[in-house]
């Protein structure tokens, strides 16, 4: 099964005025398809790699051959990071998290803002392209990483739960060189109730 770009839930400009819509056409369109594309090459001819879903790849990514590691890497890795990507963001997203999720960044970042300010330092401080990412540990704890260019929490053996791509591709149309403010903006977005929906899957 070769893998398909999933669809957006809401419209491109329904992000607006935090995401604009030509970045999200061409984000989604281009550079999403781009990676599914190249996964796909990287794993023809692979049958037993082929019907795996590309969470179980990136966590065995590791021992596969040389010929192969890095354009998956690469390519399933860039995939699984926007697919979740897409799904974290809602219009009329923002505010904060509840429950369970609320309760374990407190315990962990000692307040919502603590975790804020962390994540948005990833975020700031990732040099060139990659991602910041709150994920799941394999000991069961929250932590906030950025990650260099399409590497894939599921490497680590996390269970990523909020990622914020910080390639330019993802917001220099609109804000230039400005990174800071797309992080900032990016709070305005966040589909809370879906985080909180990985975090519950993630513990079981
Ligand atoms: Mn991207």
Known sequence: MAFE????SYEYNGLEPHIDEQTMRIHHD??????????????????????????????????????????????AGGHSNHSIFWSLMKPGGGGAPAGDLAAAIDKTFGSFDGFKEKFAAAAAGQFGSGWAWLSLNAAGQ??????????????KQYEPLLG?????????LKYQNRRPDYISAFWNVV??????????TARK
Request: aromatic share 10%.
């Open 5 to 8: 770009l999933p669809p957006l």
């Open 164 to 172: 914020l791509d910080v390639w330019e591709h993802a917001y220099y």
């Open 30 to 75: 281009k550079h999403h398809q781009a990676y599914i594309t190249k996964a796909n090459a990287a794993l023809e001819g692979h049958t037993d790699l082929e019907s795996m879903s590309v969470e179980d790849l990136l966590r065995g990514a590791d021992q596969l051959p040389d010929s192969i590691h890095k354009a998956l890497n690469n390519n």
């Open 142 to 155: 929250l932590v906030v990483e950025g990650f260099a260019n399409q590497d894939s929490p599921y490497t």
């Open 191 to 200: 589909n809370w109730d879906a985080v909180a929906e990985r975090f519950a």
